[in-house]
């Protein structure tokens, strides 16, 4: 039987390898980690409902912003393996060019994590920024 540290080691695997789907702009491969009705809220505040809906909306923004890069980083994860659930904190960073330059941006995000049929998938997740800064070039 997996203890909540050995859950905690897939989770936080899961994300490395999500991280590198989303520098790889690997659209599908992202998708992978959520669940079907998985919940997502960008940065700015808007809100989007299940892994289809999700998956194009990701592959409309890297087509708008074909050099973005995103990094979410890991500083806690509480499982509760009994109701197969978990909790990630961590702080998330995101660099793009835009008409006036260099734009990055990060601050924090929540996920939720569901063990669904033996997997840990992200059921939502939150993003919500505290800093930005545009460098000009």
Not at 1 to 17: F, G, L, N, W
Not at 74 to 96: L, S
Not at 98 to 118: C, I, P
Request: positive net charge.
């Amino acid at each position: 039987m997996k203890t909540a540290t050995d859950h905690e080691r897939v989770i936080r695997a899961a994300r490395d390898t999500s991280n590198a789907a989303l520098a790889a702009h690997d659209v599908e491969r992202v998708a992978a980690f959520w669940a079907p009705d998985v919940q997502v809220t960008t940065s700015t505040g808007t809100g989007c409902t299940g892994a289809i809906a999700n998956r194009e909306r990701l592959a409309a923004t890297l087509r708008r912003l074909p050099d973005v890069r995103w990094q979410r980083t890991a500083h806690k994860v509480e499982v509760f393996a009994a109701a197969d659930i978990a909790a990630e904190h961590g702080a998330w960073e995101g660099r793009w060019s835009d008409v006036d330059g260099l734009v990055r941006t990060g601050g924090s995000y929540f996920a939720q994590w569901r063990r669904l049929d033996g997997r840990w998938l992200i059921q939502a997740e939150v993003f919500v920024p505290t800093w930005k800064k545009t460098v000009l070039v």
